[in-house]
């Protein structure tokens, strides 16, 4: 475990606290709610965000990646909280245990073979696209004062 890798947890974790705060905003009349047709519902996108991040961290972890974790079973807004914590705990912790040379292995996903750096930075990069997406949603249900896009670093 290198400090390099405990700052890269400290700034990701900058963007995925925000989804605590976005959570806190909603009940559950909109654990359901879906902005469009076709679109995941708030509670599905949340964990998406979620599972995503822990499938790519994982998957540069063992050198090969694995589908997402499915996790349907959420009826509340609490229920979908519970989960977000659980994986934001366990991929705090996994980002930390990253060496090296896992992040300069080559992994092959969807037709693209790139080194561990580059599925780090899609990782991000695809949870703070749906975390944008999320804010839209969270605002589209009618709340107000919405959170800074990222906490500052004293704020994690």
Known sequence: MSSGMDDVAQGWLQ???????????TDNDYVDYRPWDGAMSLGELAIHIVTSTDMFIKGI????????????????????????QRYTDQTREDIKSIFD??????????????????WLSNAID??????GQLFTYVRMTGAQNL????RQPNEV
């Open 126 to 131: 695809h949870e703070i696209h749906h975390k």
């Open 61 to 84: 972890k063992q050198g090969e990646f694995s589908a997402p974790a499915t996790e349907d079973n959420f009826k509340t807004i609490n229920d979908v909280r519970t989960i977000v």
């Open 15 to 25: 963007h995925r606290m925000v989804l605590d705060d976005l959570l806190a905003l």
């Open 147 to 150: 959170p800074s896009f990222m």
């Open 101 to 118: 040379f896992q992040l300069k292995g080559y992994i092959l996903f969807n037709g693209v073979r790139a080194p561990g750096t580059y």
